[in-house]
């Protein structure tokens, strides 16, 4: 093994070790995951969000879910939870709009508001 | 892509509490809910709460479940990882909070913790090297062979000021350079790990193989390019089968990735590890009787000088480390001398791994900075006494070392405060004691181990410890003379001097300790023929308070002895020459009218 290889191999495991890492700084998304979320396929949501983190190698964000949030009828309700800022509720979410939402919002730092409540 | 990772403690406490079996239900429980390509079930090494066992960690959230059963795993299956609702009932109990769950890192028994040599035990899979790598694993490896020569290597780890952590406190970078310099011309040298912990009580370093066996292995090929050896030993207890499988799996991992076996990362240096099994004699986990053993010979030691960085394993230059320095060695090198440097004390330095048994709450394992009071790490670590029971007093260093009474709870514990106050580090056992504990029969349990495990070599140790422990059994009878106290106290001076090991020379230790702080139980024992701490059996006396009896014969249906006699609803009797002292009495008695003397 060269030091190159084990380097990769580091850094294809980062994201795999720094999910058990608790960071009071790290962004959260939180994904309703009650009755009424996993009907309306909060499921798809969720992995769309935990894949597109993973593929775009975005640091310091923890996908996670939560419980029926009370809107039951805007189902499935995402929530972003950013470190010093507002928190941010997307709601009527499906998988393609998760990944806009990762792509503006996750990397570009800007809330895609048509999606807001 | 797994969003949720759900750690498992795969360490030997939980697991003897039936992890595997919560490992297999949770695998499947996963599988039926059709969760499998989304949370990932690793078995991880001990996280230190031994006494919450089994524990269940979910991240990313890092929710702590303790004492989880298999009856419990549909449950948190269905209603946390599908649906994302913690289920409290089954958690933690002190991280519930009125605003939710708060993380572990802010409890009690981890805030004040500083985890170095324990960093990996309880977060990776030990069984997967990946996972050792992506934590940084092999970085320091890699570090020394390209951009250190070994002088540099031992410079750094004497500036560290990292010391023995097995229990003597040589500075190990001392040892290292002995072993590079000290024989010039040497064909062959030696690196061995000591992975004997035989102490009663000490599984620190058990909880390091099992949880990051890599980190041994990467450190122990540090050493062999500091004083240029190319084979290792390790020589671990065959009583820690779960250790010995994953430093197998470690190791047949590390060859097969090249970091152990020729020519590691392109350069010439070349280092491969071989295991070899104790058979559980406490005394080769003395260096010279381990070499020994290795060889292939009766473990028994021999006397040094030489010492082995001149001859050591087969007649060559060697150095032998415990696992706990090991496990500091790879975050020295590439976190630096003065990091290390900066924790703990002036003359100890870094962190220790403690394990904390006896009369605590929080048994299990803790790791912190050198300094530390025994009040910090009993009362606010260790949750305190349970049963609102009073501390008397703590024991390190197993058989050769002794106790710190009450009076000493506030001073740092480091190498030469605990030598000053006649305890010893010792390899980090922690046996917390309190009002019940009798420290005659304290002394007399160690002596009793160190009479089985004197390999028989000389006689002060063979012969003498034999004599201190009919000494002190006479005494827990009762039939000891202040002389007695005397005499014992000389033989335990004559044992210290002349022994030809560590074994011998240490094993006086404990009574002497209880003789310094506990003197007036000894004299209790002869004089007034009395337990204080109503231990030892022969000097008690059980009694029925008429007053209080209720005549229910309870007690003289429990008896095994049948010596409790008396008539339905009138006080009973215990005939004291039938009574076999077993307390079984007490413990049903409604009435508290049995009473021990």
């Given at each position: ?117 | ?276 099994l104790g058979a559980g004699a406490f005394v080769c986990g003395e260096e010279t009787a381990l070499m020994t053993s290795i060889e292939g010979n009766r473990g028994e030691p021999r006397p040094r000088p030489p010492f082995p960085a001149e001859k050591g394993l087969f007649q060559k230059p060697t150095i032998l480390n415990n696992v706990e320095t ?15 440097a900066s924790m703990g004390t002036e003359k100890s330095k870094g962190t220790k791994v403690f394990a904390l048994g006896g009369k605590i709450h929080n048994t299990g394992l803790v790791e912190v900075p050198m300094g530390t009071t025994l009040r910090t790490v009993i009362e606010e670590i260790g949750g305190g006494i349970p049963n609102g029971k ?208």
């Amino acid at each position: 093994m060269k030091i190159e290889e084990l380097n990769a191999i580091r850094d294809k495991m980062k994201n795999q070790v720094t999910l058990r890492a608790e960071d009071p700084d790290s962004t959260k998304v939180l994904v309703a995951m009650g009755t009424c979320g996993i009907a309306a396929g909060a499921r798809d949501v969720l992995t769309a969000f935990a894949d597109g983190v993973a593929e775009n190698n975005i640091e310091k964000v923890m996908v996670s879910q939560t419980g029926c949030i009370g809107n039951c009828q805007l189902e499935p309700i995402v929530e972003i939870l950013e470190k010093g800022k507002d928190k941010v509720t997307y709601v009527n979410m499906n998988a393609d709009k998760a990944k806009e939402v990762i792509e503006k919002h996750l990397i570009g730092g800007q809330v895609v508001s048509e999606y807001t409540i | 892509m797994y969003r949720s990772h759900v750690l498992i403690c795969g360490g030997t406490g939980c697991t003897s509490s039936g992890s595997a079996a919560i490992e297999k239900a949770l695998v499947s429980e996963i599988e039926k809910n059709g969760l499998k390509e989304e949370v990932q079930v690793v078995k991880t090494g001990c996280f230190g709460l031994c006494a919450l066992g089994p524990i269940m960690i979910v991240y990313p959230e890092g929710t702590f479940y303790s004492m989880v059963k298999v009856e419990d795993i549909p449950e948190i299956v269905e209603e946390h990882l599908l649906k994302g609702r913690v289920v409290t009932r089954l958690v933690y109990q002190e991280t519930v909070t009125d605003n939710g769950i708060k993380s572990l890192q802010d409890t009690a028994f981890y805030k004040k913790q500083n985890r170095v040599a324990l960093r990996n035990c309880g977060v990776i899979n030990p069984e997967n090297i990946d996972e050792y790598i992506g934590e940084g694993g092999y970085q320091a490896l890699a570090k020394v062979l390209t951009e250190m020569s070994p002088d540099d290597v031992i410079q750094t780890i004497l500036d560290s000021g990292l010391r023995g952590r097995g229990g003597g406190g040589f500075p190990t970078g001392m040892k290292w350079k002995l072993a590079r310099n000290i024989v010039k011309d040497a064909d062959q040298k030696y690196v061995c790990c000591n992975a004997d912990e035989g102490d009663p009580g000490a599984f620190m370093d058990r909880s390091v193989l099992e949880g990051d066996p890599h980190v041994v292995l990467e450190a122990m090929a540090i050493a062999g390019y500091a004083i240029g050896a190319t084979q290792g030993y390790i020589y671990v207890r065959a009583e820690y089968p779960i250790a010995v499988e994953r430093l197998e799996i470690a190791i047949k991992q590390a060859r097969e990735y090249g970091l152990l076996g020729n020519n590691i990362f392109g350069t010439d240096f070349s280092f491969d590890i071989g295991l070899r099994l104790g058979a559980g004699a406490f005394v080769c986990g003395e260096e010279t009787a381990l070499m020994t053993s290795i060889e292939g010979n009766r473990g028994e030691p021999r006397p040094r000088p030489p010492f082995p960085a001149e001859k050591g394993l087969f007649q060559k230059p060697t150095i032998l480390n415990n696992v706990e320095t090991y496990a500091n060695i790879p975050q020295i090198i590439l976190n630096g001398s003065d990091w290390f440097a900066s924790m703990g004390t002036e003359k100890s330095k870094g962190t220790k791994v403690f394990a904390l048994g006896g009369k605590i709450h929080n048994t299990g394992l803790v790791e912190v900075p050198m300094g530390t009071t025994l009040r910090t790490v009993i009362e606010e670590i260790g949750g305190g006494i349970p049963n609102g029971k009073k501390f008397k007093a703590a024991q390190t260093g197993g058989p050769s070392g002794g106790c710190i009474p009450a009076e000493h709870m506030d001073i740092p514990i480091d190498y030469d405060n605990l030598i000053s106050i006649g305890s010893m580090m010792g390899s980090g056992g922690l046996i917390v004691m309190d009002e019940d504990n009798c420290m005659v029969d304290i002394a007399k349990f160690f002596l009793e181990f160190t009479v089985d495990e004197s390999c028989g070599k000389c006689t002060p140790c063979r012969i003498g410890t034999k004599r201190m422990y009919e000494m002190l059994d006479k005494i827990t009878r009762g039939q000891g003379t202040l002389e007695d106290i005397d005499k014992l106290e000389e033989l335990c001076y004559y044992i210290k001097q002349n022994s030809l090991c560590g074994l011998g020379q240490t094993a006086p230790n404990p009574v002497l300790s209880t003789l310094r702080y506990f003197r007036d139980e000894y004299v209790a024992h002869v004089v007034d023929k009395k337990c204080p701490a109503g231990v030892c059996k022969h000097l008690l006396s059980f009694e029925i308070d008429p007053e209080k009896c209720k005549g229910c014969t309870l007690c003289s249906r429990v008896c095994p002895a049948g010596a409790i006699s008396g008539a339905v609803k009138t006080p009973h009797v215990i005939d004291k020459d039938k009574c076999l002292k077993c307390g079984a009495c007490i413990e049903k008695c409604k009435f508290g009218a049995i009473s021990k003397k």
